[in-house]
Each structure stands twice: as C-alpha cells, then as structure tokens.
C-alpha cells in the first residue's frame, strides 16, 4: 500500500516554474500524480479543489534518481505538490500558496476573532476592521484532518494566532510587543539604568498580579473551577526579571493554570501532554494590562 505523508503549510516560498515532461512523465502525472493529489485533499476535506483531469493542471516536472523519481506539481487552484517515489513507496506533501482561499478565512474568521478577543479584554481602541490595519498572516493546514492553524500580525504590533477544527475556531495565543526579559551581560550603564527604571513603574505584586491575570483568565472564557488552585504547582506565578552581572525584578507577572485532570506526578515527569493541559497569562505592573495569552492543547472554545 502507497504510505501518503503529508504537510501543509501555507507558505509564501514559490516553487520554481515546472516543465512538462514526456509519455513516461504524462503517464506518472495521470495514474499516480493527480489520484495521490486528489487523496490528500479528501483527507482534509478540501473537496472543492479535487484535480480530475490535466485541465486542473498549470505545471509538473518529473526529475530522476537512482531509485526512483521526484515531481513538483502546481494546479491552477493554487494547491502545489511534491511527490517523493522509490522502490518502496510513495511520498506526497503539499503547500497552497497564499490566496483567495486565505483571504476568505482572513476577512471571516481571523479578522472578526482577533477583534471579539480584544473586546473580551478591553482593548478597544485596537480593533482591527480592515486588511489595511494587517501586517502579515499565514495559513497552516493540518496534515490528517480538516482544519488549520493560523498566525496573523497588525501593523500595531499585537499577534494573534488562531486554532480551527472543522468549524469551531479560537484564538490560540495573543502577544503584545512588550519585552518582558532582558539579559545585561556587558550592556552599557545607560541601558542596565533604564531597565532598572522600569520597574519603578511596577504598580503589582505577586498576589495582586494573580488576582488581574484571573480576571483576564474569565474574561477570556475560562473557568476556575475547572483548573486547579495556582499553589497546586508552584512556581505558577513568576515575575520577569533581568539577568546578567546583577539581576532583579521587572514589572510582568507571568501565571500558569493546570487543568484539574492533571497530576503533580506528571508535571514531575514532565510530561508534555500534562503540560498542555494550560493556560498561561502574563500581566503588566505598568498599565495592568494582558501581555500574553496561550492556551495549551485544550477544547477549542471550552476547557474540557
């Protein structure tokens, strides 16, 4: 049976242009080419792009090795595939490069998401209503099921990235370009005095960081009870500081929730799926406002 390998990334590096090969070429692109093609994307449900014919087709190329062969193939939907075949079996991965598709999910989804996130938290005079206030964005399909990850950064610096399963859709993660460590090692006077500074501004404590970080944590959409207390697993409340011929304090609070399924013996071991059961939150002492949010491998839109 031919093993199908897929990864999916919506990337922005074009592929050469492609030449057309001869009748043993034709023949690949018929019998193996456009059937793995149209089997990857029923894999994800991409079932309004399915290749059938040649007609779908905008390029190939075939090159030879000693084992086998590897073709590139581009269709006029945008979809791009490589194929990788030996002896044994076949490989095939797949990219669709940035387009209608993308701008659809952009305008719909990402676009509306980031502006209900920053409504939940209270940022509104940051709303983004139009591509004109996007920086960047990408698109990453999943390689086994429909659905897809996305990053996407304003022009004023906040990123977003997103996490969609079929058709539920969330904000994965949010950032704000606050630096929140720095590392002194060497660094002039002027620069070692100005972080100081900083935390001159702090307007929090531990308690009181955690105290904001939970309300930003219900804001969002999680719940308490659903997660254990934040002395479960110390340190779950830590607070940012810099580092090099001295060190100290700065005013960002960073706080980890554990979903209550997990076990202090997993977290012991270090075990990665216990670990994602998170969320982890980071609040400024400066404007009490969120710097970050990450959610772990979590339900999207629920906790459990």
């Known amino acids: 049976m031919i093993k199908i390998r897929i990864l999916i990334l919506a990337v922005s590096l074009l592929l050469p242009a492609f030449v057309k090969g001869g009748e043993n070429e034709e023949a690949y692109l018929k019998q193996i080419m456009i059937p793995q093609a149209r089997e990857l994307l029923l894999r994800i449900a991409q079932t309004n792009d399915l290749p059938s014919t040649t007609n779908q087709l905008q390029s190939y190329k075939v090159d030879y090795f000693d084992d086998g ?5 581009q269709l006029t939907n945008g979809w791009v595939f490589r194929f990788l075949t030996n002896k ?21 989804t990402l676009i509306p998401l980031a502006r209900e ?22 698109v990453s399909y999943f390689d086994d099921r429909p659905g897809y990850m996305a ?34 090692a060497g660094a002039p006077k002027a620069k070692v005095e100005a972080v100081k500074a900083l935390n001159l501004q702090n307007k929090l404590n531990k308690e009181s960081a955690a105290a904001l970080a939970i309300e930003y944590f219900k804001m969002i959409g999680h719940k308490e009870e659903n997660f254990h207390p934040l002395n ?17 304090r700065l005013p960002y609070f960073e706080i980890t929730w554990y979903r209550k399924d997990v076990t202090k013996a ?27 949010y990450s959610k772990g491998m979590l339900p999207i839109g629920s906790d459990f």
């Open 151 to 184: 990053d996407m950064r304003l022009t004023n610096g906040l990123v977003f990235s997103f996490h969609t399963e079929t058709n539920k859709s969330e904000v994965w993660s949010f950032h704000r370009p606050i630096k929140t460590y720095y590392s002194l």
């Open 117 to 138: 996130f920053l409504l939940r938290i209270g940022r509104t005079n940051d709303l983004p209503t139009a591509t004109n206030q996007l920086k960047t964005y990408r």
């Open 232 to 248: 479960f697993y110390p340190p779950e409340i830590t607070q940012c500081y810099w580092s090099g011929e001295e060190s100290g």
């Open 266 to 292: 997993q977290l012991d071991d270090h075990d990665s799926n216990a670990e994602l059961k998170s969320v982890t939150i980071e609040v400024s002492g400066i404007d009490l406002g969120l710097i970050s």
């Open 88 to 108: 044994r079996e076949t490989n095939v991965s797949a990219a669709h490069l940035p387009g209608d598709k993308e701008e659809v999910l952009l305008k719909e």
């Open 69 to 73: 062969w590897l073709a590139k193939m």
